[in-house]
C-alpha cells in the first residue's frame, strides 16, 4: 500500500519513519516531490491554524484525491476541538475514513493502530 504524507516540523516524518519500520511493505511517498499518484493511497497530514488543512495538502488532492481511500492526521491536544482536524475535514470532503488522529509524531499504539487499520484497508481493496 503507499503512503503519502505532508510534514511541516517533522512530526508527521517520524510517524511515517516509525510505521515503514514496522512495515517495510508500505511505500511512501512525501507530497512535497509534486507526485502524481496514479495508485490507490492512504494520506497521512499535519493539521495547520486553527484547525485548518495545509495548502501543501489542499495542492496535492486536487491532483490526486481520486486515488485517496484513507486519511490520517496529526496534531496537538492543546488545540482542543481543532485537534487533527484537518483529518476530520478531508475525510468529510473526499468521503473517506479518517483511521487515526495521532498527537505530535504518535505513540508506539498510535504506529500499531495506524499500521493494522492499512493492512485492513489494503486486504479489502
Not at 519513519?17 to 494520506?43: A, C, G, M, Q, Y
Not at 486515488?67 to 485537534?83: H, R, T
Given at each position: 500500500?503507499?503512503i503519502?504524507?505532508?510534514?511541516?516540523?517533522?512530526?508527521?516524518?517520524?510517524?511515517?519513519?516509525?510505521?515503514s519500520?514496522?512495515?517495510?511493505?508500505?511505500?511512501?511517498?512525501?507530497?512535497?516531490?509534486?507526485?502524481?499518484?496514479?495508485?490507490?493511497?492512504?494520506?497521512?497530514?499535519?493539521?495547520?491554524?486553527?484547525?485548518?488543512?495545509?495548502?501543501?495538502?489542499?495542492?496535492?488532492?486536487?491532483?490526486?484525491?481520486?486515488?485517496?481511500?484513507?486519511?490520517?492526521?496529526?496534531?496537538?491536544?492543546?488545540?482542543?476541538?481543532?485537534?487533527?482536524k484537518s483529518?476530520?475535514?478531508?475525510?468529510?470532503?473526499?468521503g473517506?475514513?479518517?483511521?487515526?488522529?495521532?498527537?505530535?509524531?504518535?505513540?508506539?499504539?498510535?504506529?500499531?493502530?495506524?499500521?493494522?487499520?492499512?493492512?485492513?484497508?489494503?486486504?479489502n481493496?
Amino acid at each position: 500500500m503507499l503512503i503519502a504524507y505532508d510534514s511541516l516540523t517533522g512530526n508527521v516524518k517520524r510517524f511515517i519513519t516509525k510505521v515503514s519500520k514496522d512495515s517495510p511493505s508500505l511505500r511512501v511517498v512525501d507530497i512535497k516531490d509534486n507526485p502524481i499518484i496514479n495508485e490507490k493511497f492512504v494520506l497521512v497530514t499535519y493539521t495547520i491554524g486553527f484547525g485548518n488543512v495545509p495548502e501543501t495538502t489542499e495542492k496535492f488532492l486536487n491532483e490526486n484525491h481520486k486515488n485517496l481511500i484513507a486519511v490520517a492526521s496529526s496534531g496537538n491536544l492543546v488545540w482542543g476541538s481543532n485537534f487533527g482536524k484537518s483529518g476530520d475535514i478531508i475525510s468529510k470532503q473526499y468521503g473517506v475514513p479518517l483511521i487515526i488522529k495521532f498527537e505530535l509524531s504518535g505513540t508506539t499504539k498510535d504506529v500499531e493502530k495506524f499500521t493494522q487499520e492499512v493492512i485492513g484497508i489494503d486486504n479489502n481493496s
